[in-house]
């Protein structure tokens, strides 16, 4: 198989070569000390405050698509094959703002200026996706990017009053897209990528069988897909990750299959990549989906990943357990299916072996009889980690409830199904005694911990909350019931 050892991107209207590019190596690093386009800014360091908000478009089955992301834990090796365009490619050739940036100045949407241009590239995007947007697709586009100084308001005035000083038509990323696309299928040569000294080295496999290989070759190597979670390691923990194998390039597993008794999901689909299929199946997680982190993280982090890396809060394990998803791992050509719940060991634990690799995430169409729900209790309700989330799946033949699933996160030391209280559901009339008996359940199920999230008492407390939310929506509560976190 053919090699290459430099990462190939376009960075605004230029194509640049970079030999020797570490695994742990940040785009965002890249972008301020290597190109001196300090118009990128770094603020946390870890894809919660936007101001180093990027736009990063790729070759996909529908073509050139743009999408805003988080520099900061974004990895230069994964740009390989990109286009990469920071605030600096906004304005003119004579200087002139952009329509967002002329916005931004005439409805007041900075102050100290530091987040502003992260703010710019967010609206960017959605501008180039919505021209028309409502507030609330504007606040969704901003749940990613955090303000000091303005309150917001004159930020979505802006948003919402973009296309008034310009039309998408005329951006350079609609009038120059041919010629992007053709720049960037000229660098597509089917090439294994290997980069980087030996200490750090980052891989980039040619295909889906490719990274098999590989994984096969580095059983040890970190898999990096979103990097939303691997790109903190490097950022706050100054861990070494190479060598590092980049999958989020491939094709190959992000496919999302609608099948009649099932949607499969490749690995490495992104959340962004899975909405509209989610939103069509599963329609009760449409809200959640929109409060996993915020919308450049949405576009970076995979659902395979997520899994993956078997934290106890990760939002969609209790989601799909509840839905009883089952997931392929794939060792060399060999695979193995699960389900979901046994994926997840004990803390830091799962069943993985050396070399294999989590390749697609399967979930059953709803039955007929069930009813589904998703809750997230956070500090923060945009762009926060669970405090506790419960995925919860009831199917009822008449008014008898024949099926319970209830799966939570937060609650133990993995994504955990709670038995005793789906056992006192089973077989009850629906109603508020046995809802009450399951919430009753719950302490013999788990022995939450206290930690700055929450403490025990209030997971707890939290999470018998929700059992009787579901049963007061389920029932025919005329709006969504209201608990304060």
């Known amino acids: 198989m ?55 478009g790729r070759l996909g089955a529908e073509g050139l698509s743009y999408q805003p992301v988080n520099a900061c834990i974004r990895f230069l090796a994964s740009c390989d094959g990109c286009h990469v365009v920071t605030v600096e490619h906004l304005s003119g050739p004579d200087g002139r703002l952009h329509p967002v940036q002329q916005a931004m100045v005439e409805h ?16 960017y995007a959605l501008w180039m996706e919505t ?22 308001a004159p930020i979505i005035r802006a948003a919402v009053a973009v296309s008034e000083y310009g039309s998408p038509a005329a951006d350079y990323l609609t009038t ?7 720049q960037l299928r000229a660098m597509q040569d089917g090439a294994r990528i290997v980069t980087g000294p030996e200490d750090n080295r980052a891989i980039l496999p040619a295909s889906v069988d490719d990274f098999a290989a590989a994984l096969l070759e580095y059983p040890q190597a970190t898999i990096v897909a979103g990097a939303t979670d691997v790109g903190l390691w ?13 999958i989020g390039h491939l094709d190959g ?9 099932a949607l499969t999901i490749g690995a490495g689909a992104s959340y962004t990549d899975c909405e509209a299929a989610i939103g069509r199946h599963f329609p009760h997680l449409g809200p959640y989906w929109d409060r996993i982190a915020g919308w450049q993280v949405r576009n970076m982090g995979t659902v395979g990943g997520n899994i993956a890396n078997g934290s106890p809060i990760g939002d969609t394990p209790p989601v799909l357990i509840s839905l009883g998803a089952e997931v392929v791992l794939r060792k060399g050509d060999a695979r193995r299916t699960l389900p979901l719940e046994a994926f997840f060991i004990d803390y830091g634990k799962q069943d993985r ?88 359940a719950l302490p013999r199920d788990f022995k939450p911990l206290s930690d700055w999230r929450a403490s025990s008492d209030y997971r707890m407390l939290s999470a018998q909350n929700l059992l009787r939310r579901f049963y007061l929506e389920q029932g025919g509560a005329a709006s969504p019931v209201q608990l304060t976190a």
Request: proline residues 4%; aromatic residues 6%.
């Open 2 to 56: 053919q090699h290459r050892r430099e990462i190939r991107f376009l960075l605004n209207g230029r194509e640049v070569s970079v030999a020797d590019v570490g695994a742990s190596q940040t785009l965002l690093d890249f972008l301020r000390l290597d190109r001196r386009l300090t118009g990128t800014k770094e603020g946390c360091a870890e894809g919660d405050c936007g101001a180093c908000t990027v736009l990063v």
């Open 108 to 123: 007041h949407g900075s102050q100290c200026g530091f987040c502003t241009p992260g703010f710019v590239m967010s609206l």
């Open 131 to 152: 021209p028309q947007p409502s507030e609330k697709q504007v606040e969704t586009a901003l749940q990613g990017n955090l303000c000091r100084c303005t309150g917001y």
């Open 176 to 182: 120059e897209r041919e010629a992007i696309t053709a």
């Open 234 to 246: 490097v950022t706050k923990f100054l861990k070494p990750i190479g060598p590092a194998i980049f």
């Open 253 to 261: 597993l992000k496919e999302i299959e609608e099948g009649s008794d």
């Open 353 to 440: 072996a050396a070399g294999e690799f989590v390749e697609s995430i399967r979930v059953p169409m709803p039955a007929q009889g069930q009813r589904d729900a998703a809750y997230k209790i956070s500090k923060r309700r945009d762009e926060d980690i669970s405090s506790v989330a419960v995925g919860i799946s009831v199917t009822l033949t008449g008014e008898t409830i024949t099926a319970a699933r209830i799966a939570f996160g937060g609650m133990a030391a993995t994504p955990k199904r709670a038995g005793e209280a789906e056992a006192a559901l089973l077989g009850k009339t629906w109603g508020e005694a046995a809802f009450g008996a399951a919430a009753e």
